[in-house]
């Protein structure tokens, strides 16, 4: 059968990666910070001078051995080639409309924006401790959410003492601001 009436199982579309970052609001910024920006072009640039090249090589070796229907290492190759030509995408588009902030500025003071670390206390006493982060550099296992997120998104500009209400899933709560922090200038 020609590959014209075949289907692929893989979405070969130029848009973001569904489920590795969520959406950018609509004509929002992407916020970052600068160890964030430098992980992204770091990853951007080993796809490119490193890691593509090298699954050409083998593309291209494995293309030479003759039947590429089943040749694993070709129909792997090609694959792996169309997930880092979309990563290659995916990365500059984002790095593109990066807006790098230095969170150190607001070094001192009590009210939350983006970079913050801030613990808040909800209403059954729980204490809580995140750090606002951009959307492409969030660790959730490391206590970051993204700018954007519900929490980040109700304590944005809030100060030290102030309640603010969290829309969750089980409908709205009240949480306190208990301490506002930011990383320390660096030294020149």
């Known amino acids: 059968m020609s590959k014209a009436f075949t289907r692929e199982t893989d979405?070969?579309?130029?848009g973001d990666e569904e489920g590795v970052s969520p959406a950018l609001p609509a004509g929002g910024k992407n916020y970052i910070t600068r160890a964030g920006y430098e992980r992204l072009r770091a990853e951007l640039f080993a796809l490119?001078?490193?890691?593509?090249p090298r699954i050409v090589e083998v593309v291209h070796w494995a293309a030479s051995n003759g039947d590429?229907?089943?040749?694993?290492?070709?129909?792997?190759?090609?694959?792996?080639?169309r997930e880092i030509d979309?990563?290659?995408?995916?990365?500059?588009?984002?790095l593109e409309i990066a807006e790098v902030v230095d969170p150190s500025v607001h070094h001192g003071k009590d009210q939350v924006f983006f970079g913050a670390t801030v613990t808040?206390?909800?209403?059954?006493g729980t204490e809580t401790t995140v750090i606002i982060r951009g959307i492409d550099e969030t660790d959730n296992s490391q206590g970051q959410v993204s700018w954007v997120s519900p929490v980040?998104?109700?304590l944005l500009k809030a100060r030290e003492g102030d309640e603010v209400r969290l829309m969750t899933p089980t409908g709205w709560r009240q949480i306190e601001v208990l301490a506002v922090s930011?990383?320390?200038p660096l030294a020149d």
């Not at 490119?48 to 593509?52: G, K």
């Not at 808040?120 to 059954?124: G, I, L, V």
């Open 120 to 124: 808040y206390c909800d209403e059954a």
């Open 152 to 154: 980040a998104q109700a």
């Open 68 to 81: 590429r229907s089943e040749n694993g290492d070709y129909l792997y190759g090609k694959k792996r080639l």
């Open 86 to 94: 979309r990563r290659i995408r995916f990365l500059t588009k984002r």
């Open 182 to 184: 930011y990383p320390a």
């Open 48 to 52: 490119i001078d490193e890691e593509r």
């Open 11 to 14: 979405s070969d579309s130029d």
